[in-house]
């Protein structure tokens, strides 16, 4: 993660969002800790196992790949193939509770080639406890590599895929 500073700052921040507790609240939360970082945070809503809805998408993400997802279920968006697992590696972050790190290859909307490096953390929603929050922090580091074939609208599962523990263990 060394090379990955959004990452590194949402890791910190999340920290002390949480203080003594498993996962901090959605309360807990104040975005101006974050500060340049904030545009590499993206916000999802677990509303239900096959209902993981974006709700914001860091303006970096946007701007590199010239796609805006809020509102999207992230269940819909993976291959039909991928979404079983999808569903479970969300649910194994809110039930253990756990975070996760991934990497995988990411294609912008002018066709330039990337990797994408996140770390996903859990936040309780305080307000509606059975609808929680993964948080995302995210770092593209741009190639020379350039895919100038249709862009897909599906997001792969990052075959670069680990939990994180963050005091319950991992699956």
């Excluded at 912008?108 to 770390?119: F, P, R, S």
Aim: with cysteine; hydrophobic share 40%.
């Amino acid at each position: 993660m060394t090379s990955a500073p959004h990452c590194r700052k949402f890791v910190d921040v999340w920290q002390q969002w949480r203080g003594v507790k498993m996962v901090p609240e959605r309360s807990d939360i104040d975005p101006v800790m974050l500060g340049a970082s904030m545009a590499a945070i993206s916000i999802l809503q677990v509303r239900a196992p096959d209902q993981i809805i974006r709700r914001m998408s860091g303006s970096a993400i946007v701007e590199f790949t010239g796609r805006r997802r809020d509102g999207e279920n992230m269940v819909d968006l993976a291959p039909p193939e991928q979404r079983e697992e999808r569903i479970l590696r969300h649910q194994n972050m809110i039930n253990v509770p756990c975070g996760a790190w991934l990497a995988r290859e990411a294609v912008g909307n002018t066709g330039a080639v990337g990797t994408l490096e996140a770390i996903l953390l859990p936040v309780s929603n305080d307000k509606a406890p059975d609808q929680p929050f993964i948080y995302i922090g995210q770092d593209i580091r741009k190639s020379d590599r350039w895919e100038l074939d249709e862009v897909s609208t599906d997001i792969e599962l990052a075959r670069d895929f680990e939990y994180i523990d963050i005091g319950a263990g991992v699956p």
